[in-house]
């Protein structure tokens, strides 16, 4: 399976970026995505997930409210709408895809994921 990011760019704080991510190649072997993200200095974290049949959404607290991740699955596109930007939301943001369920426990960690696209950056100025 190959990830695509795309949607990145700079954009006031209080603004709002819609990504994508497109899978390719042995799409029928996904079960779960998720967006990550990594801002300078900093270890790479969470930011939401979801089942490619577009249940069980799930987010981090510091993006709930705000961020709303979805899946298109006839498309093989997750999307996360990314709205009231925060200068603190800045990172580059990667898409991730399972090949399998291997629990709850892993849909917000990195371990949990088999594919990773390449991220795509996002800059939220003050």
């Known amino acids: 399976v190959q990830l695509q990011a795309s949607g990145g760019g700079l954009v006031q704080a209080g603004g709002s970026l819609r990504l994508s991510c497109a899978a390719s190649?042995?799409?029928?072997?996904?079960?779960?995505m998720g967006w990550f993200r990594q801002a300078p200095g900093e270890e790479r974290e969470f930011v939401a997930g979801?089942?490619?049949?577009?249940?069980?959404?799930n987010y981090a607290d510091s993006v709930k409210g705000r961020f709303t991740i979805s899946s298109d699955n006839a498309k093989n596109t997750a999307y996360l709408q990314m709205n009231s930007l925060k200068p603190e939301d800045t990172a580059v943001y990667y898409c991730?895809?399972?090949?399998?369920?291997?629990?709850?426990?892993?849909?917000?960690?990195?371990?949990?994921?088999?594919?990773w696209g390449r991220g795509t950056l996002v800059t939220v100025s003050s």
């Open positions: 190649g042995r799409t029928f072997t996904r079960f779960f």
């Open positions: 979801i089942r490619w049949s577009g249940s069980l959404a």
């Open positions: 991730a895809s399972s090949g399998y369920d291997r629990g709850s426990y892993y849909y917000s960690r990195e371990a949990g994921y088999d594919y």
